[in-house]
């Protein structure tokens, strides 16, 4: 299946601290490009996949499953900390899902995780009419492109197909139980405004992870896309000054790559 325009994965080979960037549901690179090339200008080694059934058409996504999109991270993850000293994991609402199981499932794998309006539920009453409404319905109205920021776009699809909802329904139940198990750093940024998840969702992983080297920031300019809209200068900043705080000499490697 071709890939849409702009929907590509990225890699960047940089030094031995390496990111992995998980993009959001129905999403694809595109919305964190900026940042892995922020990331990647400071002389980190940077990964950011696309998701599989994502950045082609939404009848493609319908037959995957969140299995598969977590086996994608996952095995990038394996092969960053074969390449890298350091990894930490980053990622978007689902991204940030994402991210979070690989912190909960791989330890000390994991040097830290940075997460991005997190999702943590599906909500509202047609979440509990999934399992049904999957088979009778193929899809509702798109959630891309909650930007603040006026000209600023996501290329994601306009579409949510329902089996993919269900399964992202079931993946975020058994994540919520993992939680307890995220002991790494972790910088939580959620902005003020978010039309697609709630400030609940960042307020249950803040109370169910188990991590004591905790950072919460809240965006007051931007909504749910926050890595495409006004505040997405300071989370590229936060995130590397909470990825060199971790990993002495980031900013010092990316000041060689950049000269």
């Not at 994991?110 to 991005?116: F, I, L, S």
């Not at 999957?134 to 909650?146: E, M, N, P, Q």
């Not at 609940?200 to 991590?211: C, E, G, I, T």
Request: net charge negative; glycine share 8%.
């Amino acid at each position: 299946m071709p890939v849409l325009p702009g929907a590509e994965p990225y890699r960047h080979e940089g030094g031995e601290v390496g990111v992995l960037l998980c993009h959001g549901f129905t999403g694809s690179p595109q919305s964190l490009r900026p940042w892995a090339e922020h990331h990647a200008a400071h002389g980190l080694t940077v990964s950011l996949p696309l998701l599989p059934g994502h950045g082609t058409r939404w009848a493609y996504m319908q037959l995957t499953t969140w299995h598969d999109w977590y086996a994608a991270v996952d095995r990038e993850l394996r092969v960053l900390t074969e390449r890298c000293s350091r990894v930490f994991v980053a990622g978007l609402s689902m991204g940030g899902a994402l991210a979070l199981r690989l912190a909960a499932r791989h330890g000390e794998r994991v040097a830290g995780a940075v997460v991005v309006n997190p999702a943590n539920r599906v909500h509202g009453l047609s979440a509990y009419a999934l399992p049904v409404a999957r088979h009778l319905v193929r899809t509702t109205k798109g959630i891309a492109s909650d930007i603040a920021k006026e000209g600023a776009a996501e290329l994601g699809y306009d579409r949510v197909p329902l089996h993919a909802a269900h399964s992202l329904r079931l993946f975020l139940r058994r994540l919520d139980g993992e939680l307890p198990q995220v002991t790494q750093p972790l910088l939580l940024l959620r902005s003020a405004r978010d039309h697609v998840v709630p400030a609940a969702d960042s307020a249950r992983v803040l109370s169910r992870v188990s991590s004591v080297d905790v950072t919460e920031i809240v965006l007051e300019h931007s909504y749910h896309v926050a890595t495409l809209d006004e505040d997405a200068d300071r989370v590229f900043e936060e995130s590397l000054a909470f990825i060199g705080r971790l990993a002495p000499g980031v900013a010092e490697e990316g000041t060689a790559a950049v000269g």
